[in-house]
């Protein structure tokens, strides 16, 4: 069952609120995998395993603009709330969840039409997260409620030059609580040529994934145990492409080429009883094809392949890491897009 609402209230002429909520209710049959040495050992077994989950999304956000629309601001705030129960290996499982998300954001729009026919976009913005995570069956002195606080501080500065030259261009530094802080930052450039309709675009930029409070602290007793001296993972990457528009831009077709490197990547370890920062560098490369079509007004088509070459620091092939994939869809709009 998934439950959604919205709504939205014109104050002013110049200010709004939005307010949007969802509940999620869940419940997935799963079979257990036999790891007692018996005759099945390594099967997947038909048990009575399952796991159920109740998720409660709220937010609510205030939106002021100023000065013919040339400064618009955002204060939002955001509350997630996740209860998880499972039965497996003929134990109760469980955890609670939630995460409070409050965010402000001012974005100032500047115009210059003179010799430079140009327009240009400054943001800043701060935010500030706290998240909660307790194992709630079975219960254990051991297992306290855990809190880790974080606190991010951006700015992005986006320009776009005589209708052809675009560039963006963004920093962010986050003070973490448990982790070390960190500086994170993402540049890309597209320009078009008129003449032939062409883009050709190009991106860099890092990032780091903080790791999950289950990995941190989570356990299903007996089987697994968390690492509370995980650090982040820390990626790397970088793109170049070309996309070409054409038949009166009813139809593009563009390649991409990528490179990432990941950094101290979480790993299972003891056969999934654990995990654990790698050592050592994966690195995945590959090229990205998309193309689109509009044979008739209203009727879209497009689709994407992506070839993807990945390897662990020893070399060898990750796992989960599909060499080839590919998605096609269609959409059409009708009743004069309604």
Do not use: C
Not at 68 to 73: C, G, M, R, V
Request: aromatic letters at 12%.
């Amino acid at each position: 069952i998934t439950l959604n609402g919205k709504a939205n209230w014109d104050v002013t002429e110049n200010l709004n609120i939005d307010v949007s909520t969802r509940y999620v209710n869940r419940k997935s049959d799963t079979d257990d995998q036999d790891f007692s040495g018996g005759a099945t050992q390594g099967l997947v077994l038909d048990t009575d395993s399952f796991n159920k989950t109740k998720e409660f999304y709220g937010s609510a956000a205030l939106n002021l603009s100023s000065f013919q629309d040339q400064l618009l601001q955002k204060l939002e705030g955001e509350i997630t709330d996740l209860k998880q129960r499972g039965f497996s290996s003929g134990a109760d499982n469980g955890n609670d969840g939630r995460r409070y998300h409050a965010s402000y954001q001012a974005t100032l729009f500047l115009d210059t039409l003179d010799m430079f026919d140009s327009n240009h976009s400054f943001t800043a913005a701060v935010e500030f997260e706290r998240e909660t995570f307790e194992n709630s069956e079975p219960t254990d002195p051991s297992q306290v409620k855990q809190t880790r606080d974080m606190r991010g501080y951006i700015g992005e500065y986006q320009g776009e030059f005589f209708d052809q030259f675009f560039l963006s261009g963004a920093v962010r530094f986050d003070d973490n609580d448990d982790f070390e802080d960190a500086v994170t930052y993402s540049a890309s450039v597209a320009f078009v040529v008129p003449e032939t309709n062409t883009r050709i675009h190009g991106s860099v930029g890092t990032g780091i994934t903080n790791p999950s409070f289950f990995e941190q602290f989570g356990f299903i007793p007996g089987t697994f145990t968390g690492n509370p001296d995980l650090t982040p993972e820390k990626n790397f990457s970088w793109d170049i492409g070309v996309e070409q528009k054409f038949w009166d831009d009813r139809a593009n077709i563009g390649v991409t080429y990528f490179q990432a490197r990941l950094e101290d990547e979480i790993v299972s370890t003891g056969f999934g009883t654990s995990v654990a920062n790698q050592d050592g560098v994966s690195k995945r490369q590959g090229v990205e094809v998309n193309a689109g079509v509009e044979p008739i007004d209203g009727l879209t088509i497009d689709g994407t392949y992506t070839y993807l070459l990945s390897s662990d620091p020893n070399g060898l092939e990750e796992v989960r890491r599909p060499k080839h994939s590919a998605s096609v869809s269609v959409g059409y709009r009708f009743l004069e897009n309604r």
